[in-house]
């Protein structure tokens, strides 16, 4: 084998900078954060500009309801549940202008919110408040199928995850021979969106190709080529590592058709021997081992449901 397929620790697979003393051709799957790209919410959704006098979210109630008989939340409640700190540190965050509901700040205590429906941000960072709506991030080993079981008795994914299985779906598919990132969740609506090819999420990949790989071949594959079933573009390219006729690639693709980096890059003359999947939108693979599986955080949902309108 050519290329070693290690991980370089600290290195960001994104940039540019120079590669610290090592083996050449080491696989990177970095561990950069990823700064939410639009970390504040929309405004507007159910907001009054009488917000302040009367601290109750108008879409937790039908117009004709009476006001005694308010539904929702309490805000502090909900922040603290949501493990953004115990009820007082989260009356001091409202207190400080550092929370805010559907895109306006909040400043004064007391309102109520509707965990199912309102968007909530500290420090503009959309958060998921919703304890039933829960998003794993695996890292699929080579060899395991992308489903939840197999009448073939092959190992799936469903196998890994065990016991957190009931309601999870994969977003999207890897298939059997590539590793890395993928998303497992109960949330119906996000999944669809993020597997929806309109919603044109990026999927970062690193593949080990053969072959030197010419100059221009990251004009060449933003330029976009025809494959058997249309047009295809890469949104970025880079080559990582190159050694003894082997090279490492990094390339960002929003497309989501089957078998596409492989077919991309054989296209264009780099048959691709090994892919990992390192990153899908805001999501990264950080330094997973392979096999594990971790529980997004708060922010890393709000993320992504912030990228898909949710
Ligand atoms: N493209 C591929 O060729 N395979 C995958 O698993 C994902 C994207």
Known sequence: MLLTFGALAGRDQRSAGPRPAGRVGDWAVMNSVTPNDESTTAAGDGWSEDMELAP???GDRPAAEPDGDREGERLQKVLARA?????????????AGRISVNGRQVTVQGMRVDPGRDKI???????????????YAMNKPPGVITAMSDDRNRPTVGDMVGDLAKGLVHVGRLDQDTEGLLLLTNDGELAHRLAH??????KTYLAQVSGPVPRDMARRLRAGVEL?????????????????????????????RKHIVRRLLAHVGLPVSRLTRTAVGPIELQRMRSGSIRRLSKEELGSLQELVGL
Do not use: K, N, W
Not at 121 to 135: F, K, L, P, S, W
């Open 121 to 135: 941000a500290v420090d503009g960072v959309r958060i998921e408040i919703r304890e039933d709506r829960i998003t």
């Open 228 to 256: 058997d079933d249309g047009p295809v573009a890469a949104d970025s390219f880079r080559v990582v590592d190159t050694h003894a006729g082997q090279s490492v690639v990094e390339i960002v693709l929003h497309e989501g």
């Open 83 to 95: 493990g953004v700190g115990s009820r007082r540190v989260c009356e001091d965050m409202i207190e």
């Open 197 to 202: 090819p309109s919603y044109e999420v990026r």
């Open 56 to 58: 109750v979210h108008p």
